[in-house]
């Protein structure tokens, strides 16, 4: 069983999307802002991190970041979620080697869980 890590401040997002990635057989943990993520990364091993954008203590950005330096969580795959698009971002996020990034509004959850599944494969 894969395990995903989510990263999302918004508790409605961290439901709908988590429920429907345990539905497709992930394991899912949750993290409720980014410097909470970010310590929960470096605990266990995880196969798959999605990151919202936009929360409190520390920003998807700077989450992605600090994953991509650390030698323990460098090679696990993200998906970045965000409710708006700022093009300048998601081209910083991209070009540190996000896999997806996906509108929070316009992605579904059971696309969410079928994407994670199409990268993971």
Known sequence: ??????????KIFIELFGDRLRLAGFEVSAAENGAWGLKEATKEKFDL??????????????????????????????????????????????????HLFLLKTRITPSDLAKKALDLLK
């Open 1 to 10: 069983m894969s395990k995903v890590l989510l990263i999302e401040d918004e």
């Open 49 to 98: 991190f999605i990151i919202d954008m936009m929360m409190p203590a520390m920003t998807g950005e700077e989450v992605i970041a600090k994953l991509k330096m650390d030698d323990k969580t460098k090679n696990v795959p993200i998906i970045v979620l965000s409710a708006s698009v700022d093009e300048e971002a998601q081209k910083r996020v991209e070009k540190m080697g996000v």
